[in-house]
């Protein structure tokens, strides 16, 4: 039986905020960030993906966090990633996810975790499998180590009719989405902090699955190119273009974001949990700059 695909549109990836020297998710803060994308208001929510740093919650953590944004998202879904490219691991992570989000689950993010057709669909159907879930795949290569090229994902998708979307981010992304849109009719986002959106909404994506720290903007741009086209979305984003830049430089991207949102005031303290990189601090003028730039565009 196959899975109802993701809404088109803008799905926010949400950064986990914490607190003190213990790093404790932050939970008030969480609860504003998604109030953020929800004011927007966004397709749907992405929690404990590679941005929210799933990967350095332990299992109560993650299921606070995605139970937390269930919580404050009234009937927004929510896409929640799985940080385990193991098997067994994922299908642990997974059933904590189904139960923290409940009726707003609309898929779980899988990252690609091999190029070989046949074993990523089976690792796909064990997590759909054990959990009933529809499926996000997501490629990623930066963040899994894992390189997999067009014609292995076409193969693995074909064996998996619970995949709702694929999640394109692996450069150069608007070459890889016509590609993939080209071929199925499943959706597929682009990511990487909104930097090639307008490229990929003119290769097909169906709209933008990441995070930025002025959602906003790219919501702008998704419905400037439902309007008007790649002129009018390339138009309204371009003034953006320069902080989706600084903010999505490797190593120091999440440091900057969340440094960004706290000046906004979404999110109380910008710690990232070790061993992440911190925000150094030459950029912290720059931020004040690039910010001035854009708070009247919004």
């Known amino acids: ?3 109802p695909p993701l809404a088109r549109g803008l799905w926010g990836v949400l950064a986990t905020p914490f607190t003190g020297s213990g790093y404790a998710v932050d939970t008030e ?15 749907g929510l992405v929690v404990l993906g590679v941005f929210g740093e799933g990967a350095a919650l332990d299992t109560g953590e993650q299921a606070l966090t995605v139970r937390t944004v269930r919580e404050e998202a009234g009937a927004t879904p929510i896409v929640v990633g799985l940080s385990a490219r193991s098997t067994n691991v994922a299908i642990e992570q997974a059933r904590t996810a189904v139960d923290a989000a409940g009726g707003n689950l609309a898929a779980l993010m899988v990252q690609a975790n091999t190029p070989d057709p046949e074993a990523l669909s089976a690792h796909l159907h064990a997590i759909h499998q054990a959990t009933g879930a529809g499926i996000v795949l997501q490629d990623y290569p930066v963040a899994s180590g894992v390189k997999v090229s067009t014609p292995q994902l076409l193969a693995a998708i074909g064996k998996c009719p619970f995949i709702a979307a694929v999640k394109s981010e692996a450069p150069p992304t608007a070459a890889a989405i016509a590609q993939l849109t080209a071929k199925i009719d499943i959706p597929v986002f682009g990511g990487l902090g909104g930097v090639g959106l307008i490229d990929e909404l ?23 190119y439902q309007d008007g086209g790649f002129r009018a979305a390339r138009d309204v984003f371009a003034p953006w273009l320069p902080l989706a830049n600084f903010e999505g430089q490797p190593g120091i991207g999440l440091a900057l974001r969340k440094e960004i949102l706290k000046r906004r005031g979404i999110i109380a ?13 030459e950029l912290s003028a720059m931020i004040d700059a690039h910010l001035d730039a854009v708070k009247e565009l919004a």
């Open 269 to 281: 303290e910008a710690l990232v949990r070790p061993p992440a990189p911190t925000l150094p601090a």
């Open 202 to 224: 003119a290769a097909g994506a169906a709209g933008a699955m990441t995070g930025f720290s002025h959602p906003e903007a790219l919501q702008l741009a998704i419905t400037a």
């Open 1 to 3: 039986m196959s899975t």
């Open 29 to 43: 803060s969480l609860r504003r960030e998604v109030r953020l994308y929800t004011n927007i208001p966004a397709s």
